[in-house]
């Protein structure tokens, strides 16, 4: 198997094109507002973002430490590292000193909602011990997954999202950047792709720069993902072999163009409108509802989508 380079990540457009300055991020003209403002102060509170995947909430964590306060700071990505031991160790060890500049100190807790409830426990008294030199900013895209106690210390808990306008700002800026041409009768397939999937401003890049990659823009059409999604969930109720099923997906992947989301989404839609016992349509859908959220975190999209298949083909019904 041939390795994944560095370089090869810098040409990734949503690596590329991520903003590294205040004023590069898309933000809510409340939100911006609220941020100006802390610019201005040089300072933070213990601050929570939550919202989709994609919209920007680690970027801009990071903004505010190198940007707006310019300062030390210790980036921990929960979903790697989420036990106690994590807050024992490297976070209680990076809080405990004072900068050597004097000012403050940052924690970036990435994917927040990952901690176990031990580790937020602890998290708790490490953030009122600490509190005269160190600030936590925490990530997440489920709220109720952060304790409450956690959530009372983080204040405002910020809803980040970007308006559709901004975000389709964005993406011409990258496409001029990117000299990519745009015929007339694209412009409207661009502007729906834009509303179907905002606000993950990252996916809507990644799948720009996957139909920009001739020199010139050029949509296919997605609609196919239904009637890809129709055929998966009745092979599932009808019990065919899962092997089938993923051979067929498989071989109708460039009719959904590749989109495990849009299949997952679609998906969740069907079973949604479908007639069935209240509780087994619960279970599918939450079944489908995490796997979407993994969607966004995972390598291999495929094989996520093939594990959600795996365990819907196990529910009886």
């Keep these: 198997m041939e390795m994944i380079k560095a370089e090869d990540f810098k040409n990734l457009w949503c690596e590329k094109y991520r903003p590294l300055k205040f004023e590069d991020i898309i933000l809510s003209p409340e939100d911006k507002e609220y941020f100006e403002s802390l610019k201005v102060k040089k300072e933070i509170p213990h601050l929570l973002f939550t919202g989709?995947?994609?919209?920007?909430?680690?970027?801009?964590?990071?903004i505010i430490v190198n940007d707006i306060l310019d300062c030390q700071y210790l980036y921990i990505n929960a979903s790697d590292e989420n036990?106690?031991?994590?807050?024992?160790?490297?976070?209680?060890?990076?809080?405990?000193?004072?900068?050597?500049?004097?000012?403050?100190?940052?924690?970036?807790?990435?994917?927040?909602?990952?901690?176990?409830?031990?580790?937020?426990?602890?998290?708790?008294?490490?953030?009122?011990?600490?509190?005269?030199?160190?600030r936590f900013i925490f990530t997440c895209n489920?709220?109720?997954?952060?304790?409450?106690?956690?959530?009372?210390?983080?204040?405002p808990i910020i809803h980040l999202n970007p308006?559709?306008?901004?975000?389709?700002?964005?993406?011409?800026?990258?496409?001029k950047a990117e000299k990519i041409q745009i015929p007339e009768s694209e412009m409207p397939k661009l502007l729906t792709l834009i509303k179907d999937n905002s606000p993950d401003i990252r996916s809507i890049i990644g799948m720009?720069?996957?139909?920009?990659?001739?020199?010139?823009?050029?949509?296919?059409?997605?609609?196919?993902?239904?009637?890809?999604?129709?055929?998966?969930?009745?092979?599932?109720?009808?019990?065919?072999?899962?092997?089938?099923?993923?051979?067929?997906?498989?071989?109708h992947e460039q009719d959904f163009s590749g989109s495990y989301s849009e299949v997952l989404k679609e998906m969740f839609e069907i079973y949604f409108s479908k007639k069935m016992d209240s509780s087994l349509k619960s279970t599918k859908l939450?079944?489908?509802?995490?796997?979407?959220?993994?969607?966004?975190?995972?390598?291999?999209?495929?094989?996520?989508?093939?594990?959600?298949?795996l365990k819907l083909?196990?529910?009886n019904g």
């Design 163 to 175: 308006p559709i306008r901004d975000i389709a700002k964005r993406v011409m800026f990258i496409l």
């Design 142 to 155: 489920y709220l109720h997954k952060i304790s409450t106690p956690i959530q009372s210390r983080c204040k």
């Design 286 to 309: 939450l079944e489908i509802s995490e796997a979407l959220y993994r969607d966004s975190l995972v390598i291999d999209k495929e094989i996520n989508w093939f594990a959600c298949v």
């Design 208 to 251: 720009i720069q996957q139909f920009s990659h001739t020199g010139t823009l050029y949509i296919k059409d997605t609609t196919r993902a239904r009637g890809i999604a129709e055929e998966i969930c009745k092979k599932l109720d009808s019990k065919t072999d899962i092997i089938e099923i993923r051979q067929y997906t498989i071989e």
């Design 83 to 134: 036990g106690i031991d994590t807050i024992r160790n490297k976070i209680n060890n990076f809080a405990q000193t004072k900068s050597f500049d004097g000012k403050l100190k940052v924690v970036i807790l990435d994917e927040g909602d990952a901690l176990t409830v031990s580790a937020m426990d602890a998290l708790r008294n490490v953030m009122e011990e600490y509190s005269s030199n160190t």
């Design 313 to 315: 083909s196990s529910i």
């Design 52 to 62: 989709a995947a994609g919209i920007g909430k680690s970027t801009i964590s990071k």
